[in-house]
């Protein structure tokens, strides 16, 4: 029973890690239907960012976040800037393609700045034991799953709520009546790479407080293919859950089966229910009125 | 109010779409803009409303002023806040959406934050979207939609509202209604409206001015009443023709007719 606790737990907080990279994933693709490969590179800065931080700069791990965060958001508009605006009116699959460019690129800036070398990185969020349920947990553990619940929250109410939030559905929806009630395109795609750009980092920020960084982070990135395909490409319920599940189902098959099948076991799953459903568990369904 | 001089918009650098397209609307009023299809009614209103660009279209020559200002070089959103809304063709409603978050998304250029009072007058003139507020938009009606549409346009309080055949599609029934509310944002609002339509006999009843476009260029304007006697409007228009006469005179004189407008 200890095991099991213990097991959850730790899927969760992979869950929950992954489930803010796709968030962002999600979001990209909701607000402008491209597919941003370079997500798990967005991850990999932000977990070498906060390192920067705290490690190299001696910050406190609460202004540390908070400069990350500001320099996450400086990377999405800059790349929405650079990259994205010029290809406004191309084809979707040739933006698609430019994020994957864009990829390479960031894994580059960060090898030339940081080196490709793995560095230990003292965990900044208090990651002392408790017990819960009879089972022994690092409190930082707890902080990821707490963070990503707070985000689902928080996007919902951004999502639903907020005139951003509905203008960037309606831009998602249907770009070209969007611009004809004064929703400046633009700007809405500078928003959602920006916030792509953010939970990423939150994310790869709270896997670099776990694992500590390397190159290999990116690779975690790329984990978030499965999370949205299996919770639909355009759901934010969706990644969350996905990402639960996925965390889930690698720490029950690692911690009972054995390593080694815990990497395919998510991806056998993901294609049964694609099977099903293949929108995805809450993707949306392309309205036909009859 | 509304100012077309000359207009010339060409389409992907080669095709000239609208040859020297002028035109006026009065503050206060419903002007009507018939033509067939293919005339350049909706480039005239993207032309206005700075929607070319995503379809690569360009206006090239002449110019385009709204209250005594040149907009043919400003951008969709600037456009917005300066008063001037399109209602585009075929509804476009955010299907996604619920029906009270399309509105919202309508009332997006809106300063303050608090759109309550602007909902509140939407659903005054179209109670039935109350009914609908929690609605996922994709599954109304296509009269529901228009209306969704129209609405829509309504939470931006517009000055100028142009609206692209909101006829499209519905039973000639809803087409009544919704004409009906037109007249009447119109009458009790003021806003102006430049009705593009293919409907020319409901347009005529509503207008207080019409042109008539073909190929590209106005080819004939005039006072609803006027235009209504004019017999080339009769003919090809409101599908009305002398009775008695032999037809095969009347077809040559049709073919020779239709071909001096085209010219």
Known sequence: ?290 | MLTLNNVEVIYNDVILVLKGMSMQVAEGKIVGLLGSNGAGKSTTLKAISGLLKPEDGEVTDGSIEFLGEAIHHTDAADIVRKGIFQVMEGRRVFEHLTTEENLIAGGYTRRDMNLSDELDMVYSYFPRLKERRAQTAGYLSGGEQQMLAIGRALMAQPKLMMLDEPSLGLAPMLVMEIFGIIKRINEEKGTTILLVEQNANLTLGVADYAYIMENGRIVLEGYPADLRENADVREFYLGLTEVGQRKSYRDVKHYKRRKRWLS
């Open chain 1, 1 to 290: 029973m200890d095991l099991f606790i213990q097991l959850s737990l730790t899927g969760l907080t992979n869950g929950a890690i992954l489930a803010l990279a796709a968030l962002g994933f999600v979001l990209i693709y909701k607000s402008s239907d491209v597919l941003n490969f370079a997500q798990g590179e967005f991850l990999l800065v932000g977990a070498y960012v906060i390192y920067a931080m705290i490690a190299q700069f001696g910050l406190h791990w609460t202004i540390g976040m908070a400069l990350t965060i500001l320099v996450s958001i400086g990377v999405g508009v800059t790349v929405e800037r650079l990259v994205l605006r010029p290809m406004i009116g191309e084809p979707i699959i040739s933006v698609i393609m430019v994020t994957i460019g864009l990829s390479s690129l960031l894994k580059a800036i960060v090898s030339t700045i940081w080196g490709n070398q793995p560095k230990a990185f003292p965990p900044f969020i208090p990651s002392q034991p408790v017990r819960v349920f009879g089972a022994t947990v690092g409190l930082d553990r707890l902080w990821a799953i707490v963070i990503a619940i707070l985000m689902l929250g928080l996007f919902n109410f951004f999502f639903r709520r907020s005139k951003e939030g509905i203008a960037m559905r309606a831009v998602a929806d249907d770009q070209q009546a969007a611009l004809s009630m004064g929703i400046s395109v633009k700007k809405i795609f500078a928003w959602a790479w920006s916030i792509a750009a953010t939970t990423a980092a939150i994310g790869g920020a709270l896997v670099a407080n776990i694992v500590g960084v390397g190159p290999e982070l990116a690779g975690f990135g790329l984990r978030v293919f499965p999370v949205v395909i299996l919770g639909g490409l355009d759901s934010i319920p969706g990644a969350i859950i996905g990402g639960v599940i996925i965390g889930l189902l690698e720490a029950y098959t690692g911690g009972y089966i054995g390593q080694g099948l815990n990497q395919v076991l998510p991806f056998i799953v993901l294609i049964v229910i694609l099977m099903i459903r293949p929108y995805g568990l809450f993707g949306q369904e392309i309205i036909e009125r009859v």
